[in-house]
């Protein structure tokens, strides 16, 4: 198999949906995925989104072969476009970017730029970096005026899973939520850096929803909105050693608790 290097065109050279894509296919836990939700945010330029099968390259989705596989991501810089990694599947998968993946810097067709669902014992690793381009769309969404407006991709989405471990990774100018996790339990997340302009609207670092058993620690979350946004149906989250700035700190449902910087040990439980 040739390596993922040769399969990856540089990003000032390749058009949305590279070939980093290809690489991907070799280690993405997915069967019978496809998007189903409607257009949201600006007008879509990349195409449909990218839907992995790995059933078609040995993988077995029924929870008791051993499919795992390591998804290499080398360094360099790389242009992709909307990917979804559907299941359901239960082989552990390791996504591991050591390069930095670049969004398109408009729309497309999703509501989220990397989507991961219905996948079990995801393991997303770095020191890579995803960027988002945010800053192509900030001001052309109207979203940092509006309430009633059409939110840009969230960058990472990760809905229905279980076991989610996410360490060493950086996400840098996200469209909109850095991160979103929505009906998933047994999360830990460390030594992570979330960055974006104190200007950028709707920039959040990590958003929960129906979110259960999340331990998030040891990490800088520096955006222009929530650094940590807790939203209705989670349970028992955990923030540990978690700088944030210049935001509007850690969010549980309407109630904002400002800044904060838990040292020693401590932290907050909710």
């Known amino acids: 198999m040739a390596s993922a290097r040769s399969l990856v065109a540089k990003a000032n050279n390749t058009n949305v949906g590279s070939l980093i894509l290809m690489a991907l296919v070799f280690g993405s836990c997915v069967a019978n995925g496809e998007y189903l939700g409607g257009r949201r945010g600006l007008a879509a330029v990349a195409g449909n989104p990218t839907v992995f099968d790995i059933t078609k390259n040995g993988a077995v989705g029924n929870g008791a072969t051993d499919s795992s596989k390591c998804v290499p991501v080398p360094k360099g810089d790389f242009l992709a476009g909307p990917v979804i990694f559907a299941g359901p599947c239960k082989s552990k998968v390791t996504v591991e970017v050591q390069g930095t993946i670049i969004a398109p810097p408009s729309g497309y067709p999703t509501p ?7 996948v079990d014992n995801v393991v997303l690793t770095g020191p890579g970096t995803f960027h988002g381009k945010g800053e ?17 991709p969230t960058s990472l989405k990760f809905r229905n899973i279980l076991n989610l471990d996410i360490s060493g990774i950086s996400s840098v100018n996200a469209k909109a939520f850095h991160m979103f996790l929505v009906k998933t339990t047994n999360v830990n997340v460390q030594n992570i850096k979330i960055t974006a302009p104190a200007e950028s609207p709707n920039t959040d670092g990590i958003h929960l929803s129906n979110a259960v058993n999340v331990h998030i620690v040891d990490s800088l979350i520096a955006t222009g909105d929530d650094c940590i946004s807790v939203g209705r149906g989670s349970t028992n989250v955990t ?6 700035g210049p935001g509007h700190g850690l969010s549980v449902g309407s109630l904002e608790l400002g800044w904060f910087v838990s040292k020693h040990g401590g932290g907050h439980h909710l």
């Open 136 to 152: 192509a769309v900030w001001k052309a969404d109207g979203c940092g005026k509006k309430v009633d407006c059409n939110l840009p």
């Open 112 to 118: 989220e730029w990397f989507l991961f669902e219905h």
């Open 239 to 244: 923030v540990e050693r978690v700088t944030c």
